[in-house]
């Protein structure tokens, strides 16, 4: 079945480690996209991807980077510069990000703590 | 710049209850509207959407009407069940924004 995956879905990091958070897709989409929610809030951007070795910076990319290598995967690392990390991160991808036929699918998203 | 604006929740309903969630939004170019749905501990699933105005999007019991002329898309049921009890984003697409524009998020209580 195709979607998108998630790993891990909680993930722990000491402060000032550097982590990974992947996500991967068999839709053959070329846009992908990094949110994160906070409790009561909406889903803010973190960065997007529309094409391979091609990504532009959400609203608050501070702190995260991201990579493009392939098509079907974009990992986001979250640097020790992110001051407050502890979050719901969701990754999401669509056909392509500009046409009106589109929607956006989502993982199961990955709960990040920092102890 | 493109926004989407959601009433606050919660909203707290009981069982065979309607359910009407506001939405309106700002944007430049013609957007795409959508509604997600999301359940405790998960990511988000699509509700329904609509392209274009007057368009109505509907599924599974909900629906909501693309209004250009208010620019709203508020999402309705006519009788809930505990099992919508889940957080609700209105959201837009597009093509001269290039990404997806999400609401703060609604969430629905629903008791039995």
């Known amino acids: 079945d195709g979607g998108i995956t998630q790993s891990p879905k909680y993930l722990f990091r000491k402060e000032g480690q550097n982590v990974t958070l992947s996500c991967e897709q068999n839709?053959?989409?070329?846009?992908m996209y990094w949110y994160r929610q906070d409790p009561g809030q909406g889903l803010r951007l973190i960065y997007y991807?529309?094409?391979?070795?091609?990504?532009q910076k959400g609203d608050i990319a501070e702190g995260y980077s991201v990579s493009r290598e392939k098509k079907e995967s974009f990992p986001l690392t979250v640097t020790s510069a992110q001051k407050n990390p502890t979050a719901f991160y969701l990754c999401?991808?669509?056909?392509?990000?500009?046409?009106?036929?589109?929607?956006?699918?989502f993982g199961q998203g990955t709960r990040l703590t920092v102890v | 710049g493109n926004s989407v604006t959601q009433m606050e929740g919660p909203v707290t309903l009981s069982e065979e209850a309607f359910l009407t969630i506001n939405c309106t939004y700002t944007?430049?170019?013609?957007?795409?509207l959508f509604w997600y749905v999301q359940y405790p501990g998960e990511g988000l699933q699509l509700l329904l959407k609509?392209?274009?105005?007057?368009d109505k999007g509907s599924n599974k019991g909900f629906e909501a009407t693309y209004r250009k002329e208010t620019t709203s898309f508020h999402l309705e049921k006519g009788s809930v069940q505990v099992s919508d009890s889940a957080v609700y984003f209105c959201a837009l697409l597009t093509d001269s924004w290039g990404k997806f524009q999400f609401g703060a998020g609604t969430q629905v209580v629903v008791t039995p």
């Open positions: 609509a392209t274009k105005a007057d």
């Open positions: 839709l053959n989409h070329d846009a």
């Open positions: 999401a991808s669509s056909l392509d990000n500009w046409g009106i036929n589109t929607e956006a699918f």
């Open positions: 944007a430049t170019g013609y957007p795409s």
């Open positions: 991807s529309q094409i391979v070795n091609d990504f």
